[in-house]
């Protein structure tokens, strides 16, 4: 029995782009407001191809349209929790709501995209040979007991609480990372994300810095959850792109915090808001939620040396970026 062999492409389709060595990237999520950033990022590189794979639960076609139509970009309607047949080189793995009001709105459906979402990526990258770069949290440290957090904390976690769906949830994604690379030999890589903020940020996102830059155009009070002296660290959102696209292109699979070590109290961020932007509102102190953490702050020693990353924007830089993008959005001109 003889085999035939498929004859050699004629020469100019060999040589046309598409055999070229692009490198194909799906970023899941990339209608969201991270993933949105990263896809502006990696369309700069002309040897890019992106797929960005999102079903609008909290993202926007608004958020990539200046893609849209692109030859070296396509978006599909996708929820990662159903398989996905694609051939691709590397995978941002960002599907995920992020914000506290959106993941608790159907906390079943949380863990179901990030479990079952998170085994529907792995699978592909197996399949495929791509690398997978997890966007993870500084939520799988829970309720801190180590201050600053490094990666070697394994975190105080409430398994049951309302939180619990994004927490546990990330920290199984993590869990299945790993063992598919010790298992499959997966190439891995997971960025533990600490609070992020920007451009594109959903208004009504219930995150604190958007709601307090919302609150501080509309003239309202700015609303500071109780006790106020929790404290958080604020990443720009272009910091942590940068920090993403090292980690993913770098040799090391994490994890890795990428946040801003600057540490805040609500308090500090509400007075600091007010001065940058509405002097005339009143800060109101309300309610909080359960299981809010009391205190965050990432040690970035290993993204230093490892990455050779650190931030490089200021609060007090990026809150007056994000404020000319929610003014535009919610038709609010600044006072001559
Ligand atoms: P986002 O809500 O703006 O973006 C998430 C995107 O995922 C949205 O476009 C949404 O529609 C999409 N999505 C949600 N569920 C999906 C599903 N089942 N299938 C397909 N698409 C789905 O949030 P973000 O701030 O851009 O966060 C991106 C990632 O970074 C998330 O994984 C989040 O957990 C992580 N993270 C963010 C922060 C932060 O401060 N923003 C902090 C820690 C970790
Ligand atoms: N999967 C996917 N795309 C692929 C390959 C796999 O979505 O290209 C999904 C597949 O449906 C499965 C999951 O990824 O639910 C895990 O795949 P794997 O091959 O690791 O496990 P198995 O299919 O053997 O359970
Ligand atoms: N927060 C606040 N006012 C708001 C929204 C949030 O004081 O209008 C507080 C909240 O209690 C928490 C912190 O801000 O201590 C950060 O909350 P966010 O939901 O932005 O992020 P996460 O809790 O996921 O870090």
């Known amino acids: ?190 960025a533990r994300i600490f609070n992020t903020y920007g451009p594109r940020m959903n208004i009504d996102d219930g995150r604190v810095v958007s709601n307090f830059i919302a609150q501080a155009l509309r003239g309202e009070p700015l609303t500071v959850q109780k006790p106020g002296t929790q404290t958080r660290s604020f990443c720009y959102v272009s910091d942590m792109v940068d920090g993403l696209i090292r980690l993913m292109e770098g040799e090391h699979t994490g994890p890795i915090n990428i946040g801003n070590p600057g540490e805040f109290t609500m308090l500090e961020l509400a007075e600091t808001v007010k001065e940058l932007i509405n002097p005339d509102v009143e800060i109101h102190m309300v309610e909080n939620t359960p299981d809010d953490p009391r205190q965050r702050k990432p040690d970035i020693t290993k993204a230093k040396e490892l990455l050779g990353w650190e931030p490089k924007v200021k609060l007090r830089d990026g809150l007056p970026l994000m404020e000319e993008d929610f003014r535009l959005r919610l038709g609010v001109s600044k006072k001559a």
């Open 1 to 190: 029995q003889t085999t035939t062999k498929p004859p050699p492409l004629p020469s100019p389709l060999r040589n046309s782009k598409f055999f070229q060595s692009n490198m194909r990237i799906l970023v899941t999520g990339g209608a969201g407001f991270i993933g949105s950033h990263l896809v502006d990022k990696l369309m700069e590189n002309e040897k890019n191809e992106v797929i960005v794979a999102d079903n609008y639960f909290t993202g926007s076609k608004d958020n990539l349209r200046k893609w849209i139509g692109h030859p070296r970009f396509e978006l599909i309607r996708h929820d990662v929790t159903e398989p996905l047949l694609i051939e691709v080189d590397q995978i941002y793995h960002l599907a995920c709501p992020a914000s506290p009001i959106f993941y608790k709105y159907n906390p079943v459906k949380t863990i179901k995209t990030n479990v079952i979402g998170t085994l529907n990526m792995l699978g592909l990258a197996k399949r495929v040979g791509a690398r997978i770069l997890l966007t993870s949290t500084s939520e799988v440290y829970g309720d801190p007991l180590v201050h600053p957090q490094p990666e070697t904390y394994w975190g105080n976690v409430n398994p049951i609480g309302v939180r619990s769906c994004y927490d546990e949830g990330k920290r199984v994604a993590e869990t299945l990372m790993f063992d598919y690379h010790r298992q499959h030999g997966i190439e891995i890589r997971i």
